[in-house]
C-alpha cells in the first residue's frame, strides 16, 4: 500500500510500526455549528483510508477528537447561551452540534461504529500533564507559551521564517508565514470557562490551547509514536506543525510517521464565504433532493490530495451515477434477465482493479471507473445475480456506498412487469404504457434489455 506523506512530501511504501495493526489518528470536528461539506470531504477521505487498511489484512485502532472547547465554541456558546454558567453553556452547545455532526456522517456513509471518539474537555488532566512535561516552555501574564526558541526541529511540515520568534500568538488559530510563540495553556479571560492549573508553584485558572488537545489525546490512546496522523491542508499550519513541536520536546521522538492531508473543496471555483453565499452544509444539498451518498461519489470522484470544485452540476452528474450504479444492483433481484458466465467471471478481476487502485494512495477515482464499466455493460450483458450479490457487498466495504443496501420490490409492482410484458408482446401498446406509467407512479422504471424488462427504483 502507498500513501503520500506530507513529512517526506513524496508517495510511500505504508509500513505500520507492528505488522498487522495501525494506529491513526484523525482530526475531528469543532462542534460550535454545523460542519460544511469541505469538512465532510475530509472526514470521506478518512472513513475511505480505515476501510483501505482494514482490506488490506490490517487491525486499525482509530481515534478521532471531538474539540469541545476553543476559540469558537467558547465565543458561539456565549453568543446562544447568556447568562448561563460559562461550561455548561459550553457543554450545551458543544453537545448539540456533535449530535449533528454523527447524523451527517452517517448519512454520507462513514462508519464510526469501531472508533474511539474523544472529547477535549474529558481529557484536561492528561493536556496539562503533558504541558509539565514540555521543557520548551515559558509562563507569561496571560497563559503558558510553547517557546520555539528552545526547539531546534521546528517546521518540519512547512518552511517557515523563525526571525520572530518570540512574538506570542494567543489565538487558537492563526494564519501567519514565520513561526511564533503558541499558547499551550491560556488564562481565563472575563466570563470563560476555565479549570485550575497547577504547575510550578502556581495556580493558572484558564483552558488548553487547541493545539494541545490533539496531542495529549492522540498519545493517551495510540502512543508515540503512531503510524498515521490525519487532517486537512488547512492544518498543516499551525495545528500539525505545532503538534508536532509539542509533542517531540515532550517525548523526544516522533508523534506519528506518516501524515496525510485532505486538499480543499471549492465552490464553483472559490474557497466557501458566507459573504459570497456559497457555504453549504449537507441539509442545503439534501434540501434539493440530492442523496447525501451523491456527495460521497462525487467526493470520491476526485483524488484527495487534488482540489474539488462542487458545482450543483456536478452533484447532479453523481446522483444520476449513483442511481446507475444502484440500477446495476438492482439486477440482482431480476434473475429472468439470464445467467451469464462470461459477465460473471469479470467480477473477481474487476474487484482486483478496484483494490489496486485504491492501494495507489486512495486512488478512488479509478476505482470508479471500473465500477462504471461495469454497470454500464450489465443490461447488455446479462448478469450472475448471486454472484453480483456477493460482489456489492465487498464494493460497499470497500467504497460505503450502499450498493448492497437495496430491497427487492414488491409482488404487485413484479406482477404490472408481467402483464406490461404480455401486453406488448400481443402489441397492446396503450395498455402497456398505461402499465408503465402505474409503474412509474411507484417509483419503478423500465428499461427494456435483449433479455428482458429490467426494472430499476427511482430516486
Not at 492544518?235 to 508523534?255: C, D, V, Y
Request: with cysteine; net charge negative.
Amino acid at each position: 500500500m502507498k500513501l503520500y506523506n506530507t513529512l517526506s512530501r513524496t508517495v510511500e511504501e505504508f509500513k505500520p510500526i507492528h505488522d498487522a495493526e495501525v494506529k491513526l489518528y484523525t482530526c475531528g470536528p469543532t462542534v460550535y455549528d454545523h460542519v460544511h461539506i469541505g469538512n465532510l470531504r475530509t472526514y470521506i477521505f478518512e472513513d475511505m483510508l480505515r476501510r483501505t487498511l482494514v482490506s488490506n489484512g490490517l487491525s486499525v485502532s482509530h481515534v478521532m477528537n471531538i474539540t469541545d472547547v476553543d476559540d469558537k465554541t467558547i465565543k458561539r456558546s456565549q453568543e446562544k447561551y447568556p447568562g448561563i454558567e460559562p461550561r455548561a453553556a459550553l457543554k450545551k452547545l458543544t453537545e448539540e452540534y456533535e449530535k449533528l455532526f454523527y447524523k451527517d456522517t452517517i448519512k454520507v456513509g462513514i462508519d464510526l461504529s469501531a472508533s474511539k471518539i474523544v472529547k477535549a474537555t474529558d481529557h484536561i488532566d492528561d493536556m496539562q500533564e503533558l504541558i509539565r512535561r514540555i521543557p520548551a516552555k515559558y509562563v507569561s501574564d496571560d497563559g503558558i507559551y510553547f517557546d520555539i526558541a528552545k526547539y531546534k526541529n521546528y517546521g518540519v511540515l512547512v518552511k517557515l521564517d523563525r526571525s520572530h520568534s518570540h512574538h506570542r500568538i494567543n489565538n487558537d488559530e492563526y494564519d501567519k508565514d514565520h513561526a511564533a510563540d503558541f499558547a499551550l495553556w491560556k488564562a481565563k479571560s472575563g466570563s470563560e470557562p476555565s479549570w485550575t492549573f497547577e504547575i510550578e508553584g502556581q495556580s493558572i485558572e484558564g483552558r488548553p490551547g487547541w493545539h494541545i488537545e490533539c496531542s495529549a489525546m492522540s498519545v493517551k490512546y495510540l502512543g508515540q509514536p503512531f503510524d498515521i496522523h490525519t487532517g486537512g491542508v488547512d492544518l498543516i499550519f499551525p495545528h500539525h506543525e505545532n503538534e508536532i513541536a509539542q509533542s517531540r520536546s515532550a517525548a523526544a521522538k516522533p508523534l506519528a510517521n506518516y501524515w496525510l492531508h485532505t486538499e480543499h473543496l471549492l465552490v464553483d471555483g472559490r474557497k466557501m464565504s458566507k459573504s459570497l453565499k456559497n457555504f453549504y452544509i449537507l441539509d442545503d444539498i439534501l434540501a434539493k433532493d440530492f442523496d447525501p451518498l451523491a456527495f460521497r461519489l462525487l467526493v470520491l470522484q476526485a483524488h484527495y490530495r487534488h482540489q474539488m470544485n462542487f458545482t450543483w452540476e456536478s452533484i447532479e452528474a453523481a446522483q444520476a451515477f449513483l442511481n446507475r450504479l444502484r440500477a446495476w444492483a438492482d439486477l440482482r433481484f431480476q434473475p429472468h434477465l439470464g445467467h451469464n458466465k462470461t459477465a460473471a467471471d469479470t467480477y473477481l478481476p474487476s474487484l482486483d482493479k478496484i483494490k489496486q487502485a485504491i492501494v495507489n494512495d486512495l486512488n478512488t477515482g479509478q476505482a470508479l471507473a471500473v465500477l462504471s464499466s461495469l454497470a454500464n455493460t450489465a443490461e447488455q450483458q446479462g448478469v450472475d445475480p448471486s454472484k453480483l450479490a456477493g460482489f456489492l457487498k465487498e464494493i460497499d466495504k470497500l467504497l460505503g456506498l450502499g450498493l448492497a443496501d437495496s430491497q427487492d420490490i414488491g409482488h404487485d409492482a413484479k406482477s404490472l412487469i408481467v402483464a406490461r410484458e404480455e401486453a406488448r408482446k400481443s402489441g397492446d401498446w396503450v395498455s402497456a404504457d398505461g402499465l408503465r406509467k402505474k409503474l412509474l407512479d411507484q417509483a419503478i422504471e423500465i428499461n427494456d434489455t435483449p433479455h428482458g424488462p429490467a426494472w430499476s427504483k427511482k430516486s
